[in-house]
Structure formats: structure tokens, C-alpha cells
């Protein structure tokens, strides 16, 4: 089954480099945020508007959060790459241990984050943001049961569905983008049916691919 796979792959790095790349899109504002939060960026600072004043007050929620989520972002697109789960089968063990260690920091983080949030924040978003917290471990959880089961392919991809959340960020970025390029007034309901329609993105177009 493997041979099989691998002769099928006419560019075994095309998935790992989407990965990568898509993690990238939150990644990059969470390490300039980590900088900001280091140096206590207070009003007048180059990166203070990539902080809450709440997150300067009680850093060490965000910091995790984000360390988690780089970890993830960095390990998970190896675990793609089919050649090196072939040949290497221990550092491919080694490397899912460190990214479900991230994804899980990650994921479970999020959850004291939305605790304190201001009265005034949108509800849908938050819900979102809180779904997407639990489905990731959930789904990392269960990967991690079906390996244990010696069930790779049910492993596999339960391992897709927490990338898929994970990754709805980038999604959401582009959404955005576009969204914001509509000359109509914006709310914070689209803000959290953006956040939303990321994530059932992200996982429609995986259910699709992995049964095609």
C-alpha cells in the first residue's frame, strides 16, 4: 500500500508545502505578537496594535497559546511527506509526538482566553473560536487513539480533520480579505460567521479529497 502511494504522488512536497505555507498565514502575526508581548508594547510601541492590553496584564496564556500553535503548524506538514514516514518510521513517531503535544497546547489554550473577553465581543465569534479549541484536541485525541489501535488510516485522518480546523486561520484570512473588499458595512456578526464558514471550508474540501 505504501509503494502504491508513493509511485502515485508525482509531488510528494506539494501537500507538506500547502501546509506550511497555510500555517504560516497565523503563525507569523502570533510570533510578531510574542515579540510585542515581550517588550510590553504599551501605546506609541511599532507593534502595540498587534496586542490586547489584557494579554500584557496576563501573558503567559497568549504565550503558550501561540508557542503551541507554531510548534504545530512547524512539525505537522512533516508527517506529509510519505517518503520520510517510510523510511524514518521513528522520527516520524517522534516528530507526531511533538506536534500533538503543540496542537493539544494549542488547541486547549484557547479555551482560558475567551473567559475574560469584554462584554462587548461578538458571541458567534467567540463561539467559534471555542469550537475550534475543542474540535482540534478532540480530533487530536482520537488520532491518537486510532494509533494506538494500530487503525493508520482512521489515524490519518482524524490527524487531517485537527490540521483542517487548526488551519481555518488562513481561511479566514482570505475570507476577509475578500470580505473587506465589498463596499458594505461590516458587523462583528460577519467577523463570526467568517470564522465560521473558515473552518467548514477547510473541512468540506478534505472530506471531499479523502473519499475521492
Known amino acids: 500500500m505504501t509503494q502504491m502511494r508513493l509511485r502515485a504522488s508525482p509531488n510528494p512536497w506539494k501537500t507538506p508545502l500547502l501546509i ?4 504560516m498565514v497565523p503563525a507569523v502575526p502570533g510570533i510578531f505578537s510574542t515579540i510585542a508581548i515581550l517588550q510590553n508594547a504599551q501605546p ?3 507593534l502595540a496594535d498587534l496586542v490586547q492590553p489584557r494579554y500584557l496584564a496576563a501573558p503567559l496564556p497568549i504565550l503558550t497559546h501561540i508557542f503551541g500553535g507554531i510548534v504545530f503548524c512547524a512539525i505537522a506538514p512533516l508527517q506529509f511527506i510519505t517518503k520520510l514516514r517510510v523510511r ?3 522520527l516520524h513517531r517522534i516528530a507526531g509526538r ?9 488547541a486547549l489554550t484557547a479555551l482560558p482566553l475567551l473567559f475574560d473577553l469584554p462584554p462587548d465581543e461578538d458571541a458567534l465569534k467567540n463561539w467559534g473560536l471555542g469550537f475550534s479549541g475543542v474540535a482540534v484536541a478532540l480530533c487530536l485525541g482520537l488520532s491518537l487513539w486510532h494509533a494506538i489501535k494500530r487503525n493508520i488510516s482512521a489515524h490519518q485522518l482524524w490527524v487531517c480533520r485537527a ?28 467577523e463570526g460567521i467568517i470564522m465560521w464558514l473558515g473552518m467548514s471550508i477547510n473541512l468540506a474540501i478534505l472530506e471531499y479529497y479523502w473519499r475521492k
Do not use: K, M, N
Open 20 to 23: 506550511l505555507v497555510l500555517g
Open 44 to 46: 506609541g510601541h511599532p
Open 88 to 90: 524514518y518510521p521513528q
Open 98 to 106: 511533538f506536534a500533538f503535544a503543540g496542537g493539544f497546547v494549542y
Open 163 to 190: 490540521i483542517a480546523i487548526g488551519l481555518a486561520g488562513a481561511t479566514r484570512a482570505v475570507l476577509e480579505i475578500l470580505a473587506f473588499a465589498i463596499p458594505v458595512e461590516h458587523s462583528p456578526v460577519q
